[in-house]
């Protein structure tokens, strides 16, 4: 059975703490995502990796940063939580290509106080 | 930027009825669409990809056609239950790439 998982399903943080969210797949995908999901506004990309090593941005890159040492790890930075990135963290991964399917995590509901 | 729209008021229908979830979208024009299904507090769940040249695609009590002029995809639930309860996202997928609409959450009543 395919698995993504995430660090915390629920994390406090206060302004200006630097946050880490990790996520794990056990499939062997080339490609891994990292997505926001805010009421209304649907589930935005913030950054997606196609290999080890290399990222790209998505459409709300600005105030994280991301890393991938290891396929099976993707890691998600808040450099200096803001209160504008409490939200729910949505990780997933698909093989490479056109239409692949999207396995996702059950997600990290941060909160910025 | 692509825009893509569902309806973002939830629809309430009793159970047994069929459910029908539109997705529309704008400059954009996607070899594939997916539909995912996303239960409170958990991600999203894949349900049906479908192509640009398919115009249906069933899978059980699932249908999703896919018009590419109207540049719009029907869902289709039918013989709704309790259990198909839950928020429905349709996805543009380019190469690499996901685009999300908000979803619309569906509520079947028994």
């Known amino acids: 059975d395919v698995k993504v998982t995430q660090s915390s399903r629920y994390l406090v943080k206060r302004t200006g703490e630097k946050v880490f969210l990790e996520c794990v797949q056990d499939?062997?995908?080339?490609?891994m995502f990292w997505y926001r999901q805010d009421p209304g506004l649907g589930l935005r990309l913030i950054y997606f990796?196609?290999?080890?090593?290399?990222?790209e941005k998505g459409d709300i890159p600005e105030g994280y940063s991301v890393s991938r040492e290891k396929k099976e790890r993707f890691s998600l930075i808040l450099e200096s939580a803001s209160t504008n990135q409490t939200s729910m963290y949505l990780c997933?991964?698909?093989?490479?290509?056109?239409?692949?399917?999207?396995?996702f995590g059950p997600g990290t509901r941060l909160l910025v106080l | 930027s692509q825009k893509i729209e569902q309806n973002s008021e939830a629809l309430n229908i009793q159970e047994g009825k069929t459910a029908t979830l539109t997705c529309n979208y704008t400059?954009?024009?996607?070899?594939?669409l997916q539909w995912y299904r996303q239960d409170p507090g958990r991600g999203p769940v894949f349900l049906l990809l479908?192509?640009?040249?398919?115009k249906e695609k069933r899978k059980e009590r699932l249908k999703v056609t896919f018009d590419t002029t109207l540049k719009q995809s029907l869902f289709h639930i039918t013989a709704s239950q309790p259990a198909d309860s839950a928020t429905y996202l349709c996805?543009?997928?380019?190469?690499?790439?996901?685009?999300f609409g908000s979803g619309t959450k569906l509520n079947v009543k028994p």
């Open positions: 996805a543009l997928a380019g190469f690499n790439k996901f685009y």
């Open positions: 997933a991964s698909s093989l490479p290509g056109r239409g692949e399917t999207q396995y």
């Open positions: 479908i192509r640009e040249n398919e």
């Open positions: 400059n954009y024009s996607p070899a594939y």
């Open positions: 499939m062997d995908h080339e490609n």
């Open positions: 990796s196609y290999d080890v090593k290399m990222k």
